[in-house]
């Protein structure tokens, strides 16, 4: 099945530390993004990335870090400069940059720091 | 700012009911407009999108929306809702590569 996995589905870290979490997708889709979803604000853009080894900044990038070296991989570091990182962090794919292509999203993973 | 607006954060309707959820954009020209839909532990999906033509555009499951250029606004309708259609429900508009997300209208539909 085609489609785009997150992992893990929910994580935990200690203030000060940095934590990765997974986003791979198997849909071919060149465009990637990372959104953070907290209740009552909708989903904000953190990163996004249109082409392998290309990316840019969103809404709210700052005490984030992404890298795209692979098509199919976006990993997103949320690192101890983010001032409130417990949130649920959705990655999403895109067929190119067309304006009437939807995204596509995974189960997301729930960051909690304790 | 620029910004997508949901006019309410939470309705409640019994079964049969007419839902109508308001949303409207403040960006200028060519965009094109989502309506998504998040069931309790599913994932985030598409529920009917325009980009142009008949701005009365139709999706899954009954939902239809309605595509006002006018009033800048891309309500979502539904004749008749379902205890199924409980879900969270983001409208959204789309600029190059980036969507823009409102804040997400919580339903609830009484059986």
């Known amino acids: 099945d085609g489609g785009i996995t997150q992992s893990p589905k929910y994580l935990f870290r200690k203030e000060g530390q940095n934590v990765t979490l997974s986003c791979e997708q198997n849909l071919n889709h060149d465009a990637m993004y990372w959104y953070r979803q907290d209740p009552g604000q909708g989903l904000r853009l953190i990163y996004y990335s249109q082409i392998v080894n290309d990316f840019q900044k969103g809404d709210i990038a700052e005490g984030y870090s992404v890298s795209r070296e692979k098509k199919e991989s976006f990993p997103l570091t949320v690192t101890s400069a983010q001032k409130n990182p417990t949130a649920f962090y959705l990655c999403?794919?895109?067929?190119?940059?067309?304006?009437?292509?939807?995204?596509?999203f995974g189960p997301g993973t729930r960051l909690t720091v304790l | 700012a620029q910004s997508v607006s949901q006019h309410n954060h939470h309705v409640i309707l019994s079964e049969a009911a007419s839902l109508e959820l308001g949303c409207n954009y403040s960006?200028?020209?060519?965009?094109?407009l989502f309506w998504y839909v998040q069931y309790p532990g599913q994932h985030l999906q598409l529920l009917l999108k325009?980009?142009?033509?008949?701005?009365l555009v139709k999706g899954i499951k009954g939902f239809e929306a309605e595509f006002i250029k006018s009033k800048f606004s891309f309500n979502l309708r539904k004749p008749s809702v379902q205890w199924s259609d409980t879900a969270e429900y983001f409208c959204?508009?789309?600029?190059?590569?980036?969507?823009?997300f409102g804040a997400g209208t919580r339903l609830f539909v009484k059986a």
């Open positions: 959204a508009v789309k600029k190059g590569f980036k969507t823009i």
């Open positions: 325009y980009f142009s033509g008949d701005p």
């Open positions: 960006y200028g020209g060519t965009v094109n």
């Open positions: 999403a794919s895109q067929s190119g940059g067309d304006l009437y292509n939807e995204q596509f």
